[in-house]
Each structure stands twice: as C-alpha cells, then as structure tokens.
C-alpha cells in the first residue's frame, strides 16, 4: 500500500499492524502502540460527522463518524471500524467488524484501480459490488476458522 501522505507498506506488515489495533497495541507478544493511543483512535472525535460524497454514493445506507485517524462506518446494517485511502491506480481498505459469532474480524483490501471509479458510470453498481464484497469477505473469514 502507498499513500498519499506517505505511507507505504506491504499487505502482510499492514495485517501486523490491523493485529495490533485488535490486540490493543499488542503484536506478537511485543507491545507496539500504548493502549492510551488504541484508546484515543477508538474514541469518537466527530460524533454525528457526515461523509457528503459517501452520502451520495451510497444513496444514505451509509453513516461515517471520526476518530483520530480511524473511522466509524456503518454500511448497509454492517458496523466497521477502520481506514481507508487510495489515489489514481489504487485503492487501501483496512477493517475491523464482528461476524455472526460477535468475533472481531479484520479485513484488509489492497487492489489496482480506484474502487469508486465505477461510480462515474453507476453508483449503483458500486453500491451493490461494495455490500456483496464486505459480506462475502466477512463470509469467507468464517469459513477458515
């Protein structure tokens, strides 16, 4: 993943990183962030924010609230926790959800071609291809339990 701000990184390091977030700051038995600053990125710093072009997007089955550097978004009835970012070429979704057993669930999507480009064309064809994506993938984490 490569950020507009400058982060890059790999699909494996930003799993450790998701991990970590989980785990309250905790990677492989190493302490990498103090749960203070967990604490402080789960706290919602914009409570009742709204997203106007997500608003758009996604015709109102979309509600986004702020934290520091982390976002509370609740989709088509599906609550996640997370971040994303993307620029020309590429899109960077990285989250957090429970599944039907109420177990948190971490889901990261890195892929080629900005996700919203479509919506040029047919919103609603993102609209449907974004629900069916986060189901499926929450699905499929199921499964490999």
């Known amino acids: 993943m ?3 701000a400058g982060l890059c990184t790999t699909a ?3 799993s450790h990183f998701l991990i970590a977030i989980m785990n309250w700051g905790v990677y ?12 402080t990125m789960h706290t919602k710093h914009y409570p009742g924010s709204h997203d106007f072009f997500l608003g758009l997007l996604f015709r109102g089955n ?8 982390w976002f509370f978004i609740n989709i ?3 609550e996640l926790q997370g971040h994303t970012g993307g620029a020309p070429g590429y899109s960077c979704h990285m989250y957090i959800t429970k599944n039907e057993k109420n177990e948190t669930v971490g889901i990261i999507m890195l892929a080629n071609g900005p996700m919203l ?5 047919s919103n609603k064809l993102v609209v449907f291809g974004y629900e069916n994506l986060l189901k499926l993938l929450i699905e499929k984490t199921e499964e490999i339990e």
């Open 62 to 69: 979309i509600e986004v609230e702020q934290g520091l550097g």
């Open 28 to 39: 492989n038995d190493v302490r990498i962030l103090e749960e203070d600053t967990i604490q």
């Open 12 to 14: 494996e390091d930003l």
């Open 76 to 78: 088509f009835g599906l």
């Open 2 to 4: 490569d950020a507009p």
């Open 117 to 121: 480009f479509a919506s040029v064309v």
